[in-house]
């Protein structure tokens, strides 16, 4: 006999299992699955049974022995994307967290801006746990954002028409994938060309740089709207070419990503390595047992 245990979210059913359903002897349902789902609940001695068996379960620490007995287990595609949002709703909910139900689209910038960054730093390390955590805590600005506008009195939305949206946006924007074919892509620059056409087509805008965030920062900020301008023809020598510090950094930057290149990412990699440095130092100097740092200590102990 064979046990499929079958992990079930928001009360859906992954497809690959509809089959092992159809064709079990029994259906039993654990943890917090909706009774109706199956035949009744499981019993202690469900491996005993004759014949398929399915049981569906709310979570695997329900059905902890069937697993390590190596019965085979089937997820709902997006299973804990679901299960996030529920907690989110609860967080947010009567009865939830006092911090969560205080919070406001205002009150959360900052978050989203650190998270993003430790993001962003998780990524540069190369870090795999981390980059994994660091995605979670984006996504829960995503999950936090969309339930704090479903609750708005004048223009609600929910996280379901936040990711409706993303997907009509990114089928519109990959007529070559989802539409049968288009000509003006055949390979990714041209694809990431026609994705800037067609954002300029959906949104109607008058500018080559409208929809640019200006308050990213500004290295990042300049390389983009070289490389927007440039895509609209605009000449080289009407970028900023003055000689004051803001112009030299907006030409060094837009050098840089018109030749393919990263600013933001490339100044990034040379102040962690500074950073890098300067802690060496510091620890051979005090290791080294050096009352203070001076210029010769300094030059005495910087790794090279």
């Known amino acids: 006999m064979t046990v499929a245990v079958v992990l ?5 059913i992954p497809a690959e299992a509809v089959p092992l359903l159809r064709a079990a ?3 039993y349902v654990a943890g917090e699955v909706d009774p109706a789902l199956g035949d009744a609940p499981m019993p202690a001695d469900v491996a005993a049974e004759a014949g398929e068996v399915v049981v569906l379960t ?9 697993v390590a007995a190596g019965s085979p287990v089937h997820v709902t595609a997006g ?5 996030a949002a529920q907690v ?3 967080l947010r909910s009567p009865g939830g967290c006092p911090w969560d139900a205080e919070q406001t689209h205002d009150s959360l910038r900052q978050y989203l801006v650190e998270e ?17 955590e660091e995605l979670g805590d984006v996504l829960l600005q995503v999950l936090f954002h969309s339930r704090v506008a479903e609750e708005d009195g004048e223009d609600p939305f929910t996280i379901d028409d936040v990711a409706a949206e993303l997907v009509a946006k990114l089928v519109g924007r990959h007529p070559h994938v989802f539409a049968g074919g288009d000509p003006a892509v055949r390979d990714a620059a041209t694809q990431e060309t026609r994705w800037e056409e067609l954002k300029q087509q959906e949104k109607r805008r008058e500018s080559s740089v409208d929809g640019v965030a200006m308050g990213q920062p500004a290295l990042a900020l300049a ?3 070289a490389q927007r301008t440039a895509r609209a023809a605009l000449p080289g020598d009407l970028l900023p070419k003055h000689t004051d510090v803001g112009s030299r950094l907006f030409d060094l930057a837009a050098l840089a990503k018109l030749a393919g290149q990263d600013p933001e990412a490339e100044l990034r990699a040379v102040a962690r390595r500074f950073a890098s440095q300067v802690r060496e130092a510091e620890r051979s100097a005090k290791a080294s047992g050096e009352p203070e740092m001076t ?7 910087w790794p090279h």
């Open 8 to 12: 079930v979210r928001g009360n859906t």
């Open 25 to 27: 002897v029994k259906v």
């Open 58 to 66: 709310s979570s695997l620490d329900a059905v902890a022995e069937l």
């Open 79 to 83: 299973a804990g994307l679901v299960a």
């Open 88 to 90: 989110m709703d609860r």
């Open 116 to 132: 993003c960054f430790e993001l962003l730093e998780a990524i540069e390390e190369g870090d795999r746990p981390a980059l994994r």
């Open 223 to 225: 390389a983009k709207l």
């Open 295 to 301: 210029h010769e200590i300094w030059r005495k102990h």
